[in-house]
């Protein structure tokens, strides 16, 4: 039995999920997103790490939580001038809050992936690997990927030639071959040593 379940059978609602993605990229904001599932809703059996699942599925899922009625989404981007200014440990953590902030519906219990929880205004609970094991981090962790990726197609558009649609930012050699051959851009994390070393 997930911890989720532990405390729904023990009348503990709302609670969210909370997940991040891009905490390794090299470009790009960190994403983050906090889900409320209603008990009962056949979307929990549907909830799994996004990393475990193929993109064009990733993709339907959610479309599947941010337009169902029984769920409540919350998401928050942090960019990269504040990655740069406090690091992006703490840039995570603050994105995590807002998204917390941003549900419409104050939880009484957060469930937090990893072992880092953030300054929220409720009980809350770090689960390692609870993007595997809890039906609403899962939602949470999707949501938070396909936002992220999304961002930075839009953003190969902007800034062409480094590859942002295929590798989202992270450390590829492709993705460094492109910042030795172009310089970095202006959404590149300035901050992280192997950016710095590359211009």
């Known amino acids: ?35 409320i599932i209603t008990p009962g809703s056949e979307i929990r059996r549907q909830m799994k ?17 941010i337009h169902s009625p029984n769920i409540y989404v919350g998401i928050s981007l942090v960019d990269v001038l504040i990655i740069d200014e406090i690091n992006i440990r703490q840039a995570t953590l603050v994105a995590m ?6 549900l419409g519906l104050k939880p009484a219990c957060a469930l937090i992936d990893g072992n880092a929880i953030p300054d929220l205004p409720c009980d809350s609970i770090a689960v390692v690997k609870g ?25 190969d558009r902007i800034y ?3 590859g942002f649609a295929r ?19 202006p959404i590149h994390r300035r901050s992280f040593k192997c950016v710095r070393r590359e211009y």
């Open 1 to 35: 039995m997930s911890i989720e379940e532990t405390l729904l059978e023990k009348g503990v609602w709302p609670i969210c999920g909370v997940d991040e993605a891009g905490r390794g990229p090299l470009a790009g904001p960190v994403a983050a997103a906090a889900v």
């Open 49 to 65: 790490d996004s990393k475990q699942i193929a993109p064009a599925k990733r993709e339907r899922l959610y479309e599947l939580i």
């Open 97 to 102: 809050k807002n998204a917390v902030s941003k």
């Open 131 to 155: 993007d595997i094991t809890e039906p609403s981090i899962s939602a949470a962790s999707i949501v938070a990927k396909v936002t992220r990726d999304r961002y930075m197609i839009r953003m």
């Open 160 to 162: 062409p030639g480094y």
């Open 167 to 185: 590798h989202k930012g992270y450390p590829t050699s492709g993705h460094y071959a492109a910042i030795r051959r172009q310089g970095i851009s």
